[in-house]
């Protein structure tokens, strides 16, 4: 069950073109990731926090 989530996953971003794959769930991530790198599909697969982490770089006030 878990494989065939898996190719559903990939296959849903492949569709997209997405190049970075956000998630909130750090199984999901690491299963995506494992997926996507199977599938020889070229994206990075982020927790959200990581994703806000890098959209407020900069932006911090001393």
């Given at each position: 069950?878990?494989?065939?989530?898996?190719?559903r996953k990939v296959a849903a971003?492949?569709?997209t073109g997405a190049t970075i794959v956000v998630t909130a769930n750090p199984g999901c991530a690491?299963?995506?990731t494992?997926?996507?790198r199977e599938a020889g599909y070229?994206?990075?697969v982020k927790h959200?926090?990581?994703?806000?982490?890098?959209?407020y770089?900069?932006?911090a006030k001393p």
């Open positions: 069950m878990a494989a065939r989530l898996q190719r971003i492949a569709r690491m299963q995506v494992a997926g996507l070229r994206a990075t959200l926090v990581e994703l806000l982490d890098e959209a770089e900069g932006n």
